[in-house]
Each structure stands twice: as C-alpha cells, then as structure tokens.
C-alpha cells in the first residue's frame, strides 16, 4: 500500500495524555533528593543493614578518575535493594554511580547478607558479597536509563577497580514482579485496533532502559513518509512505549528510533531497530510491517476451515526431520522451476518428493518436522543477489569476482553444478569452491535466528511483505491435508547478532537484559554457538511464549522442536507449554536436552536438561540408543556400535599401531575390550528400547535389581525418563554425519553392499521398534549421504543433495569442505579405499532400503504394543530375554532366586512384548516377540518363558507366533526365510524380525 504523506491526525488524541503522565512519572524518577528505600523494607526480607540511610550524591570522581582503572562488568544488582560483587580480600568501600552528563551521582553502598531465597533464585551468585542499595525503585529506574558502575575505595579515598553493573536481574524485578507489570501486557508490537473512533495501530515497545523512543512509518516502497514519525510515551510502571496511529498505518512498514545507553560503546546511541514482536517484514527483514494476521489477505483459501490431523495419544507420533530447500532443491518434477528449495514445493502434487511424502504417511508417518522457518539472518532473501547452484558461473563471478574460478578463464554460462560435477571425487576442488561460495550461496539449516515470529523470506517465491506468509500458511495447510502434523523447530537459546552489531534487535532495545553475560566479564556467552539468550529472564522468556502462541494459533503449527533446549529453564519451557494448550490442547515439546555451558548442571537454574524433566512428557533425543546403535563419537573407526558391526562385525581399527607388537597379548585385551563394550551397548540398547525409563528392570544380578539408572552412559545414567513421551529415539538427524556416512566410516572392509544395505535398515529399525517417540532423518531410509560431511550448515545444495526418485543418495561426492573435515581426510580416503567399492550403492539398493523402512514404519504403527503410553505399562508388559550377563563368575538370578544357566546368544536381542500382563491395549495382537540378529549368521533363539525376567507364568510354547503379516507381504525376502517352530524363533542374519501372536 503506497502511502505518499501522512497527516497530523494519525496521532491519537490520547497522546497528549501520554505526554503528561511520562512527565509527571519523570519528575518523580529524577528526584534524586527523594528519601532512600527505607531499611525496615529489606528486614522484612530477612536482610540484615545498618542503620545508616544514605542519600545520592554528586560523586567525587570525574570520568578521566576511571578511565584507567582495572574494570570488570562483575557488579550484579538484583532487586532494588541489593547489588552482589565477588568477594575480595582488600578492605574497600563501594559506591555505586550513574553517569550525568556533568559527572557522576552516587551512593554509598553498605554491605549485607544474602537472603536465602535470592541465593536459591541465583546460584551462581550465591558466593559474592552482598550490598545494600538504598534507592526508590523510581530512582531505580531512572538510573537504568544511564551508565551505572560500582567503584572500589580504598581507605585514601582513592578509586582503585571500576566494576561495570549488570542489570537484567533489576530489571526484571522492578518490571515484572508486580501486578498489571509489563509480562502482563499482552499486546507488545503493532496491534490493528478497533475503537469509537474507528480503526487504528497500536504501537508498543518494551525498551525500561530507552530514554527516548519513536516509530517512523515508510510506505510500500520503504521511503520514510512525510509526517509518519510518530513520538513514543513510556508507561513507567511497565516500561513499555506506546502510541496510537490512524487507520492509515495500516499495513504500513516501520522501524523503531531509540536513544538508549549501550554498554558496546559505552555511550548513549541513536539507533534503528526492526520490533522484536514483528508479524511481518520487507525483504531481508530492514523492516517491520503492520500487519494483521486474522485479515484474509494474509491467508490462503479455506485457511480457517482446513482440516487438522490429531493423534490419540503423544506416543503415536512418529518425526520426519526435514530441512525447507533439501526437500525439493534437487527435484526434477516440479510443476514451476521456480518453487525449488521453496514452500511451493510441498503443494505439488505429482514431484517424487510429494510422492514419497504420501507412501510414507500411507505406512503411519505423521509429522513432518521442519528445520527453523522462521526469520534467519544469513541468507539474502532477494534471489538476484544469492547463488544457487543452477547459477551459471557469469553470475558467480558478478556477485563474488574474488571466487578462484574467476580468477582464470572460465565459461559464464557454465552452472555450478556442472563445474562440480567436473572436478575428481578424490580431489578438494569440490569443496574449496563450496566453501568460497557459501557464504553468498541461498544454504543455511537457519539456526540464526533474526526475528523469531515471521516466516522466513528465502524459502518464499516473493518475500516482501504478506507474500511470504501466505505461501507459509499454504505449505501448512497442505501438508494438513496429506493427513501430516506440522512441527517447527525453534531456535530461542541465541540470537544471530548482539551489541550493535547489524542483525541485532533485542541487545539494540534493553542491551544486555536478554543475552546470558558472563558473571564476571560481562561477555555475552557463546557456548551454543552465537550470543546465548537468558530465557532464565522474566520478558526473554516471554517473547519466546508469545512467539510459540501464534506460532500454534495463528500459522496452526502443531508442535515444536527446541534447539539446545538444556539452555532453558525446566520453568520456563514448562509455563511456555501451557500457554500454548490453551491455544491448541495436543501439542508436543520435545529437544535437545544436552547438559553443558556455563548453565551445565542446573548451575544457574534448573535447566530443561534430560536429567530434569523426566515424567514432563517434553521429549529429549537419547543419545543412548543413538550411541548404542551406531557407536560414540564421530569422525572415528575405533568406537563401533551394535548397528555396525560391534563384536559381530569387529573392524581393523584395535588392531593396529604399537598393539600390533604383541599380536597374541592384544588380541586377547582387545576380545576382552569388545565384549565388554558390546555388553554394556546391548544393555543401553535394552533401556532405549523400553523407553529410556529409569525404573524398567532390565534383570537381577546377583540378587539386586538392575534398573535402567543402574546402566551407565558415562558419568550419567543411561534410563532418564519417566515417561515414555519424554524420550526421542533417533539414530540420524541433521548434526553430524548421517547415518550411511557414519556406518562407512566404522564397518569393516570386507562387509558386503547388500549387507551393509541390511545393518542400515536395521539400525533404523531399532529407532522404529523402540518405546518412545521415533524421529527421522529425511533421507535416511534410503541412505542419504552427505560425503562425510560432519556439519553440513552452512554448504549448499551440493552436499545436501536429497533424490526422492532413489537413483543415488549422493555418497562420495567430493572430499568434505575442509573448515570442518580437512583432519579428517586421511581417514576418508583410507576409508574409501580400504571398502573398494563396497560402500557404492545402486538405485536398486536404494529402493531395497526405502521399501523395508516403510514395511518397519507400518509394524510400528500396526500395534500399539510399540508405542505404550506409560510408565508401568511398558513395565508390565516389555522384557528381555537372551540378556544374561556373567560379571567376574557371578551367574544372572531369576527373580525366584535360582541360577539361570542360559548364555547370552551373540548378536542376538530379543524383546517380548506381553499383553497378557497389566491392562490389554491391543485388539489384534496378544503378544510380540522381537528379534533382532545383528549377526552374520542365521539364528534360532530358543523361547523359554523362564527366562523372561518380568513374567508370571511359565510357558515354552511358541505356539500361535507367526511372522508379522507385513513382513509376511513384504519386500524384504530374506527376512520372510524367519520361521517358527517347536524348537523357536529362527531370524536370518542382519534381520529385524516381527513375530505375532493374535487373539482368539
């Protein structure tokens, strides 16, 4: 809407009445004078203080007194009252100042004690010394509107240490601990409103620490309009901005002005910043645009009447990982080129990747999980100023003439692609030019999160404006009407940009208040990767509830991924969910709980950490199954797991070296070694099976129980949950090599392709079998390869080439781009040599594989005997047979006390699931009988119900068992040679075989 003035009247006729209200309100905050916080307020608090009442002062210190001075930012004020410093041995004086514009006020500060509810509330401050702040919270809040530091006073009167202060705690105290306070308002951004006077825009910012605000109006064409600048009035109380325009800012863009104190520079700056709260934004997100999101213009057809999947219970979900442009960047079947690696993609109806995306929820798939598609910061929106990899090389060379392939004679009309495919795979051509163009390429996984609440303009045919979000709401919408659940993965632990830096929003408008600092250097900590944010903060993690609510009311997303979810607050994530119910009652929180960084072991609270939130039903991914399936670590031949070859398939990698000089001595150390690893992964595998659960009893051992918490996973537990919805089971996914990738690097030489075609599919098969909630790589059930590549970000289309027609999954395209694999390369390259060729699939093996992980995907969903919606249920009814175990001569009990004599079958995992016991859930089927022969050989597992540990029966009859009638059907051939019989249950090698026993 192009808009070429804008009249006086735009302002609302209340603004006046704002003007008065901040004036009285900032009469009252600049009373230095006014009586300090009364020390009969803290003893209510359990506080002890002096009796001395201190009163602001004009500092003696000058600002060139602390401009040399040792200086930390180590000062943290928590309450109005109270300001923590680390403890020192030098007996100084402190006083807090705030910078004038003529010096310095101050106050002194006296020292205290800690109460004993703000040490629990702050842990990691619990150590420091304690002062008293004697300052109205007016006063308070109008020193927050400049520079604050704490000076160390020696006994000459000397200035000794500047401690620079941390605010976010103040603030939030002041703000946000009240009645009607400012997490209260529920309307922050740029709301179209209705009232007597007709339609208008609502504008309102929370800046507490912002002495000047302004909203600046620009028309369709992003030129500033004529008398659109329209003044802010703070609201004191909450601090939050506020005015009141016409209809005519309707869907208007704008940007917002501040005069605010930042820290970066020390100084008052004047910025422009798009809203934290945007709904819409121009192209590259420069700026913000009014918009309504209930407005038919900014939905598709039959938006609100469209049809939304729902799942009886949290367990029947199963996750489909997939990444916006991966889907169809590679795709030779689109009705318009131009919706390639875009939202459009998901509404054809006759591309191969559609066409897989149907047979897979034909077999159960349910969900189709999307990597962040929100507002990312690192890929330009506008096509003719990225690379693709169908550009031709004239373009390449326009954009970034400094590419070495420009720097000698080249063919302009020459594609990218073409120039890759020219290059050796044993070469590192491949991936210098990959890693040259990346950063200007249209790639990116999108963990960088620019503004967290509107679609991301890359993946949108046209990106300015109501455009992208419509296309959004379309993709939505049809993956509802293929019968799929929506999930989006969210990125709220960290920020793009901070400081004032050019992709910072929320550290331009509170600096620091919602970034994570260091406590004693004041840095904004980085241990996810970018600038962490303090969702531990009142209005941080407000934002992120918000955000999540139209997210789920408005764009009808059905769940949500978080990423580095550890780095939040187990509170937090909790109040955030229930919000979100109260929009849509049947979402799902799941994501990485992974424990580390500086909030590692709930040290500065109690994280939302796989450890903590056991019996929440917010998944966490395990890696305990993954670890146990496909081995520890990455980029390694030495730790093999029980999907690659551990013990059964045992490669060269122990066996090589300074061992090999007592080739006797270290082949028995090493049989020792493997068999213990082997041991200890079967019992992991086991608890993941069952759901991860902390309290299934996997045996007796020697007369105790062993309970998956008894199982090791390093220093940690390997059973964590509660719940089986509280577990993810996976065994690839975006991070680090996939699993075709990772197998290759472990197997040994000689194995086969068929029968490395065979331990993939079964390595899903566990993820698929197990307890919990199963998870998907997109790709990964026909092989997907990313050329070794541990971290594939931020690396085009070429590494992350997806063929949904299964004619090649991309294995060995080039050596991996050096930045993250260059240490790598003699090991790839031993690799590769060592298979021979072994590890080359065909399309025939591809399709082999996609068919058998379709027949798995539809026995889970065929039974809800895999996917158990309790704690107690799964304790009933899942045991383990053939899982004795012999520690140091000491034999596995039976629960009755009496030996079993039975071994262990190598390469053998049986699990049974009984309906019989505890309360029947399935019609069909009474019982299940698992096995999964992870060895090179055909084996008949002799069923004994003695041995099963939970059992109250005791029956060796295999009668009534037959082999799943999918597999029956199926197009595995090998596994339909699985029988039944008197003697057992007989599973070829490399199989993952279903028996069933129906119901009479």
Known sequence: MKMSSFPRSIISSNHAIYIALSACLLVSACDETSQATHSSQLTKQGVKVEAKVNAIETSIFKESDLANLPSD??????????????????????????????????????????????????????????????????????????????????????????????????????????????????????????????????????????????????DDNLQAITGGKLEMVEDAHTGIWHVLANNEANYAYYKYQLNVYHP??????????????????????????????????????????????????????????????????????????????????????????????KTLQAAGLNNIHLLPTFDIATVNEDDSNHLDIDDNLGKVCAITPNTSICQQPYDAKQSIKSRLMSYAVEGDQAQQLVSELREVDNYN??????????????????????????????????????????????????????????????????????????????????????????????????????????????????????????????????????????????????GEGWNFGEVVSNSQFVQASQLELGGSEIGTFSDR?????????????????????????????L?????????????????????????????????????????????????????????????????????????INYVSKHDNQTLWDNSQYRLPFNVSTDDRVRMHVQSLSFALFAQGIPFIHMGSEFMRSKSFLRDSYDY??????????KQDNFYNVGLP???????????????????????????????????????????????????????????????????????????????????????????LLVMFIDDNAGEPVDDKYQGLMVIFNTSAKTQTFSYNFKEDFNADVESSSTQGYQLHPIQQEGTDEVVKQSTVTSKGFTVPALSSVVFVKLRR
């Open 73 to 218: 930012s180590s000062a943290h004020w928590l309450t109005t009252e109270l300001l923590v410093l680390p403890k020192s041995a030098d007996n100084y004086q402190y006083q807090l100042l705030s910078k004038q514009s003529d010096g310095f006020n101050s106050i002194d500060l006296s020292p205290v004690s800690l109460p004993e509810k703000l040490a629990t509330k702050f842990p990691h401050l619990a150590d420091f010394q304690v002062f008293q702040v004697q300052l109205s919270p007016e006063q308070s809040k109008h020193w927050l509107k400049q520079q604050i530091v704490v000076v160390a006073i020696d006994k000459n009167e000397h200035a000794q240490k500047v401690s620079f202060v941390q605010i976010g705690a103040v603030i939030d105290a002041l703000y946000t601990q009240g009645d009607n306070d400012a997490d209260e308002v529920t309307d922050l951004g740029a709301t179209i409103v209705s009232n007597h006077k007709g339609e208008g825009v609502s504008f309102k910012l929370w800046a507490p620490t912002a002495q000047t605000v302004s909203v600046q109006l620009f």
């Open 264 to 357: 970066a520079s020390k100084k008052i700056e004047s910025l422009s910043v798009t809203d934290p709260y945007s709904l819409s934004l121009s192209v590259n997100s420069e700026y913000s645009q009014v918009v309504d999101l209930n407005d038919a213009v900014t939905q598709p057809e039959n938006w609100l009447v469209q049809p939304i999947p729902t799942v009886k219970n949290v367990e029947d979900n199963i996750f489909y990982e997939t990444h916006i442009r991966d889907f169809s960047a590679n795709e030779k079947r689109l009705s318009n080129a131009n919706f390639k690696g875009k939202y459009k993609a998901f509404s054809e109806t006759n591309s191969d990747g559609m066409q897989h995306l």
């Open 445 to 590: 996984w999108g963990y960088d999160p620019f503004h967290y609440t509107v679609p991301e303009g890359s993946y949108a045919v046209d990106a300015k404006g109501v455009s992208r979000l419509v296309e959004f709401r379309e993709m939505v919408q049809s993956l509802h009407s293929l019968g799929f659940r929506v999930i989006m993965d969210v990125v709220y632990n960290h920020t793009h940009q901070a400081g004032l830096e050019p992709n910072s929003v929320l550290d331009k408008i509170v600096p620091t208040y919602y970034h994570r600092l260091h406590p004693l250097t004041g840095a904004i900590e980085q241990s996810t990767c970018c600038d962490n944010t303090a969702t531990e903060r009142v209005m941080m993690a407000k934002l992120m509830t918000d955000s999540l609510v139209v997210w789920a009311r408005d764009y009808k997303i059905d769940g949500f991924r978080f990423d580095l979810m550890g780095h939040q607050p187990k509170d937090a994530m909790l109040a955030a969910r229930e919000a979100v119910r109260q929009v849509d009652s049947d979402t799902y929180f799941y």
């Open 625 to 653: 199954l993954r670890d146990a399936v496909r081995g520890g670590g990455n980029n390694t031949r030495d730790s093999q797991g029980v999907g690659n070859g551990l013990l059964t398939f045992p490669n060269d990698s």
């Open 655 to 727: 066996s090589t070296g300074e061992q090999a000089n007592d080739k006797q001595r270290n082949e028995m150390q090493n049989q020792a070694q493997l068999y213990a690893d082997y041991t200890l992964r079967m019992d992991q595998l086991r608890i993941g099976l069952a759901g991860n659960l902390i309290n299934f009893p996997l045996r007796t051992l020697n007369g105790k129980k062993v309970l998956g918490k008894d199982i090791p996973y390093g220093d940690q537990p390997t059973g964590y949950a509660l719940d089986p919805a509280d577990t």
């Open 796 to 805: 085009g289309d070429w590494f992350n080439r997806v063929d949904f027609s």
């Open 817 to 907: 781009p050096a930045e993250k694999d260059q240490a790598n390369w003699p090991l790839i390259k031993q690799v590769l040599a060592g298979h021979q060729g072994r590890d080359q699939v065909n399309a025939e093996h591809i399709q082999r594989s996609s068919s058998a992980f379709i027949d798995m995907l539809a026995i889970r969903m065929s039974s809800p005997l895999f996917r158990l919606t309790s704690e107690q249920s799964i304790i009933d009814k899942v045991s383990f047979l053939n899982a004795g175990v012999s520690i140091q001569g000491i034999k596995q009990d039976k629960k009755d006390g009496t030996e079993k004599n039975s071994a262990q079958q190598t390469g």
